[in-house]
């Protein structure tokens, strides 16, 4: 019974992506409307920043959870839709986008009626390349290796929201998948190329994400970028001084490069490396820019309750039991019960150690 409903799940998702069965999008107050899809993860951080560019859109779209520590986005289905493997993934008709840049770009390219704010100046405009300049600069940042290299080593961080055996676990979650993507290349042999070059993906990140001086140097690097973010910053603060006056990274709108620096002040918080970065007195304007990025209403939306790594840190194997092993219906709700309650318990208390932190 659990090997059937795990392939009638499968079989939905893959009629859900040849349909493109998705919701309607309404672009500003125009009736015309297309279809929009994304795929994506909570937790990831690409994800996140596609889902903050939709909401500061102000766009809506039909929106899958592709579970990572399930290892949905191995799953045959999400490969023929992404042979790379990853989330995020924009559908919109018959177009597939997979790059989280690209479907930033796509997105202000391809829904600019009246109504829609723009996240991106148009190319004549002063702005223009000054978002570029800043979008460029802070997606270059290697956000995987930050992640991974905190979790995997944790007396780097202060006051991080990672649990401390999360570092055992994502070895552990690591190692299955090498194994995982060798099976699967075997059992599926039209996506045999594709799982073998994720395979080695994985090897050569865990490689250098796991090499400490590897790490440190990134770390200092970052310490030059987020420089050149104070600094234009305080132009802003320069070029509007009167009281009550506010601008973000690029000038008195909010831009796609506020998307991404928005996105990795929080990421970086997450991860116990605030203190380093800014606050204290360090950093002044960056430390009041978060201050401010995190009470917008798009932000609070998509990221307000994102720090949950708790939950997909201890339970996704349980999870995995309790979709494909659990013997009876019986069985599955009371051991699914069970996980839901001790997921709230989880939120809980990360809820109140966030309030305590923050």
Known sequence: MAAEN?????????????????QEVQRGSGAESTKLTLYHWTQSFNSQKVRLAIAEKGLRCEEYDVSLPLSEHNEPWFMRLNPAGEVPVLVHDDNVICDPAQIMDYLEQNFKDEGT??????????????????????????MDAYTHGCILHPEITVDSHIPAYATTRIRTQIGNTESELKKLAEENPELKDAYIAKQRRLKSKLFDHDNMKYLKKLLDELESVMDQVETELQRRVEETPEEGSQSWLCGEFFSMADVSLAVTLHRLKFLGL???????????????????????????????????????????VAF??????????????LLLGILGGA????????????????
């Open 117 to 142: 704010p723009e996240l991106i100046p148009e190319e004549d405009s002063l702005y223009y390349h000054r978002v570029q300049h800043y979008r460029e600069l802070l997606d270059s940042l290697q």
């Open 274 to 316: 605030s203190r380093r970065y800014w606050g204290n007195g360090n950093r002044v304007n960056l430390e009041t820019y978060y201050e401010r990025v995190v009470d917008r209403p798009a932000f609070r939306r998509v990221l307000g309750h994102v720090n949950n790594i708790l939950i997909s840190a201890v339970l996704p």
């Open 320 to 333: 995995r039991v309790a979709r494909k092993n659990a013997p009876t219906i019986v069985g599955t709700t």
């Open 6 to 22: 795990d392939s009638e799940s499968q079989d939905e998702k893959e009629i859900l992506i040849n349909k493109g069965a998705v």
């Open 343 to 358: 997921t709230y318990l989880a939120f809980l208390y990360l809820k109140k150690r966030l309030t305590v932190t923050s």
